[in-house]
């Protein structure tokens, strides 16, 4: 059982580049979301998918895009990347019901926007 | 506002002994708190979870108490090893709307 997947472990880009972070679980989640984890700070939510084809924000969208069109994945898509964008990137599902069941964190995406 | 404070920031404590760490809330209205624990480049894993009406709950040598009338949780570890040498961060859940507050966490390093 591998949980969530995040791909990639590192990412270098410039600015102005776009690009994905994959997000992957294989526990038939429905509820899965994104969080920037900046230090010295809590974990921020970016994005949330409550199943597939149902997306909202969280307290820090912008600058970024996702969608759910599977009840695996839930890819982040950055659209113009900044240097406040550099961070390491969590995602999280949990069961039906959402967070108050408890999350199941991936290995985080740690992003340098230069 | 909901905010979750934890204290110290960082702490360094030698193999053997005890440590507490603490967490203070203002969430409102509380639903549960938990405490994760987040290994260097791994994510938070769940430690504990803890209602309105739990004061205390354990896990191994990890205890975690919570007072609801002053909002304030600790995370006791007893016997340290090296393997504690973690970032352990308090998570407060509120009714309704799924949101959670995060804690900034606290570094414990426990050395030999």
């Known amino acids: 059982n591998a949980g969530v997947t995040q791909t990639p472990k590192f990412q270098v880009l410039k600015t102005g580049q776009s690009m994905t972070l994959q997000c992957a679980q294989d526990?038939?989640?429905?509820?899965m979301s994104w969080y920037r984890q900046d230090p010295g700070m809590g974990l921020r939510l970016i994005h949330y998918?409550?199943?597939?084809?149902?997306?909202d924000q969280g307290e820090v969208p912008n600058g970024y895009n996702v969608s759910r069109s599977t009840t695996e994945d839930f890819p982040l898509r950055l659209l113009s990347a900044a240097p406040s964008q550099t961070s390491v990137y969590f995602c999280?599902?949990?069961?039906?019901?959402?967070?108050?069941?408890?999350?199941?964190f991936g290995s985080g995406t740690r992003l340098t926007v230069v | 506002k909901n905010q979750v404070e934890q204290s110290p920031q960082s702490l360094i404590i030698l193999e053997g002994k005890n440590c507490t760490l603490q967490?203070?809330?203002?969430?409102?209205?509380?639903?549960?708190l938990r405490w994760y624990k987040q290994d260097t480049g791994r994510g938070p894993v769940s430690l504990t979870i803890?209602?309105?009406?739990?004061n205390t709950k354990s896990n191994g040598r990890y205890t975690a108490t919570l007072d609801a009338d002053t909002k304030q949780s600790s995370l006791h570890i007893t016997a340290s090893q090296l393997s504690d040498s973690a970032s352990y961060i308090c998570?407060?859940?509120?009714?309704?709307?799924?949101?959670?507050?995060f804690g900034g966490g606290t570094r414990l390093m426990v050395k030999p």
């Open positions: 999280a599902s949990s069961p039906t019901g959402g967070p108050d069941y408890g999350y199941t």
């Open positions: 526990m038939n989640h429905e509820y």
């Open positions: 998918s409550v199943g597939a084809g149902i997306t």
């Open positions: 967490c203070n809330y203002t969430v409102s209205p509380f639903s549960n």
């Open positions: 803890m209602t309105f009406s739990e």
């Open positions: 998570v407060v859940s509120a009714y309704a709307g799924n949101m959670l507050t």
